[in-house]
């Protein structure tokens, strides 16, 4: 649902994303739902439907390029790999062992850029000095940009631009990404897990949820082949659902 159409190289064919990102965003998606459904259900005692499709989560996170079609009413400009249709440099350039994203993206922080690749008579230069005039120069001077970059590793540049203010990043692969010092400092710096053969064993016990609030558990309550949704009961409250709908549910 146009989201293969503007993610890989420019020169390329369309390419999946690395990740499930649909289902993720579907998952949030229907998340922040319930947890409006259950507001509302403590405000009036009203259940609420929800229906929440992959389709419709993928096409909302177009986003900016859908609301540019819908009001150009043009076809988008299609993939663009690391780069930024309208804005230059900004994109992925290579290093010597690796990538670096650069972020130059207005005339202030190209103009720092510039003087960070040694380079302050880009500013000055007409094919150079506005966005629109990089834009229009964008193959000339991403490949000036990328002959100086490769010239340094990756971690060497993240060097030079430190404190700069201008946006930069080293492009990690996932292992350095868990490994980084960020992340070792945050909720997802869990180091590498260790297998262990343990057997595995299933509880006896019925389902339940744990209220963070207060010190009790609600048994959830399972919904038989054959039951309409207006029959089920939400974490054991007294609040039927939208009574209107009567597809049939099954556990």
Same mark, same amino acid.
């Not at 439907?49 to 043009?74: M, P």
């Given at each position: 649902?146009?989201?293969?159409?503007?993610?890989?190289?420019?020169?390329?064919?369309?390419?999946?994303?690395?990740?499930?990102?649909?289902?993720?965003?579907?998952?949030?998606?229907?998340?922040?739902?319930?947890?409006?459904?259950?507001?509302?259900?403590?405000?009036?005692?009203?259940?609420?439907?929800?229906?929440?499709?992959?389709?419709?989560?993928?096409?909302?996170?177009?986003?900016?390029?859908?609301?540019?079609?819908?009001?150009?009413?043009?076809?988008?400009?299609?993939?663009?790999?690391?780069?930024?249709?309208?804005?230059?440099?900004?994109? %992925?350039?290579?290093?010597?062992? @690796?990538?670096?994203? $650069?972020?130059?993206?207005?005339? +202030? /922080?190209?103009?720092?850029?510039?003087?960070?690749?040694?380079?302050?008579?880009?500013?000055?230069?007409?094919?150079?000095?506005?966005?629109?005039?990089?834009?229009?120069?964008?193959?000339?001077?991403?490949?000036?940009?990328?002959?100086?970059?490769?010239?340094?590793?990756?971690?060497?540049?993240?060097?030079?631009?430190?404190?700069?203010?201008?946006?930069?990043?080293?492009?990690?692969?996932?292992?350095?990404?868990?490994?980084?010092?960020? %992340?070792?400092?945050?909720?997802? @710096?869990?180091?590498? $897990?260790?297998?262990?053969?343990? +057997? /595995?064993?299933?509880?006896?016990?019925?389902?339940?949820?744990?209220?963070?609030?207060?010190?009790?558990?609600?048994?959830?309550?399972?919904?038989?082949?054959?039951?309409?949704?207006?029959?089920?009961?939400?974490?054991?409250?007294?609040?039927?659902?939208?009574?209107?709908?009567?597809?049939?549910?099954?556990?």
């Amino acid at each position: 649902m146009g989201l293969m159409h503007i993610t890989g190289h420019r020169d390329g064919p369309p390419a999946k994303v690395g990740v499930a990102v649909t289902d993720l965003t579907t998952g949030l998606y229907t998340s922040n739902s319930i947890m409006a459904a259950l507001l509302t259900r403590a405000r009036t005692g009203k259940g609420q439907r929800i229906d929440v499709a992959l389709a419709d989560c993928q096409v909302a996170t177009l986003a900016n390029l859908a609301s540019s079609v819908l009001i150009s009413g043009k076809p988008d400009t299609g993939r663009w790999g690391t780069a930024h249709p309208s804005i230059v440099p900004y994109k %992925g350039f290579n290093t010597k062992d @690796g990538n670096v994203m $650069l972020g130059g993206g207005n005339d +202030r /922080l190209f103009g720092i850029l510039c003087d960070k690749l040694g380079k302050p008579e880009w500013k000055s230069d007409a094919k150079f000095v506005t966005n629109a005039d990089r834009v229009k120069h964008r193959d000339e001077l991403e490949t000036l940009i990328e002959e100086i970059t490769t010239t340094k590793t990756t971690d060497e540049w993240l060097e030079v631009l430190e404190g700069c203010g201008m946006p930069y990043a080293k492009i990690n692969d996932v292992k350095q990404t868990l490994e980084h010092e960020h %992340g070792l400092s945050h909720a997802f @710096g869990f180091g590498l $897990l260790k297998k262990r053969e343990t +057997r /595995l064993t299933f509880s006896k016990r019925s389902a339940s949820a744990q209220h963070g609030h207060r010190n009790r558990t609600s048994r959830l309550r399972t919904c038989e082949a054959g039951q309409s949704a207006s029959q089920v009961l939400l974490l054991g409250t007294q609040y039927p659902l939208a009574a209107a709908d009567s597809r049939p549910t099954y556990r």
